[in-house]
């Protein structure tokens, strides 16, 4: 049995007009998001056994304040395959991980994600920014993972749903 984390980048920023979409940062409530993300994480499960996210700047500061948040001390892996690829690239790239790796967190982007869970038979759901789904996948390597792998919903932690009502802002 491997556990994998899926959680959408955090909030970013639309304020920077000449920045390339693979270069926008995080908003406040992103960081914010991450962080709490993070800790909410850390109160359910022990750290990942690996961190793998997005090369895009957005993705890497999340998993930054998630990883520290959760108390993570690996260091974080970047990934083309996170960004503007599709579930089936997903799955290749898990595939190649090592054995020892019996939890993970993938930090990347819709509708990558969204339709990640799905192909791997979790519902069709909207993964909000940062937003994260736990996964229990029945196989006993990442190298048996295929779209027709067992899994099952462990559970889906929302930032919405996390915040109190003083922290809505920004």
Known sequence: MRTLYIMRHAKSRWNEPDAADHE???????????????HALAERAAPPYLIVSSTARRAKATARRVARAWGYEGEVRLEDTLYERGPLQCIEMLRELPDSAQ???LIGHNPTLENLVWAMGGPRLSLSTCATICMAVN???????ALTSESQVRFVLKPKDLRTRDDTTA
């Not at 196989?139 to 993972?145: A, K």
């Open 24 to 38: 926008r940062g995080l908003k406040k409530r992103g960081k914010r998001d991450a962080t709490m993300m993070g």
């Open 103 to 105: 939890s993970v967190l």
């Open 139 to 145: 196989i006993e390597s990442w190298s048996d993972l």
